[in-house]
């Protein structure tokens, strides 16, 4: 039985930092959050090969072909966009809507589903 589901603290668009792993250190923008899973997919970051067979008819998808896999959110930390260092987020209650905060530095960051 699967247990309850977070709301995540990263969301697509945002700019992340890998804290641990092979890759650690390295940032990159969110492509998609998997909240069920836990995951994310970060550009340029955990990028590994799939190889894929020729499709019916001969059709040109066969070869080997670079994609991001999904990494655990815990091991993201969004990047502050005035100090350009890791920062956690906070969620507060501002004239009725609910905004993400940088705590470090209070400046707001992307609000899901509007763009900015």
């Not at 090969?49 to 993201?76: F, N």
Request: charged fraction near 30%; glycine fraction near 12%.
């Amino acid at each position: 039985m699967p247990s309850a589901i977070a709301k995540p603290h990263i969301v697509k668009g945002d700019t992340v930092v890998l804290r641990r792993g092979r890759e650690k250190g390295k940032r990159g923008v969110v492509k998609a959050v998997f909240p069920k899973d836990g995951t994310a997919t970060v550009e340029g970051v955990n990028v590994v090969k799939r190889h894929s067979k020729q499709g019916v008819q001969g059709k040109s998808s066969a070869g080997i072909y670079e994609k991001e896999a999904p990494l655990p959110i815990s091991s993201l930390q969004v990047i502050d966009p005035k100090s350009n260092l890791p920062t956690r987020v906070r969620r507060i209650r501002r004239d009725g809507n609910v905004l993400r905060v940088a705590v470090r530095s209070g400046e707001d960051l992307l609000i899901p589903g509007k763009g900015k």
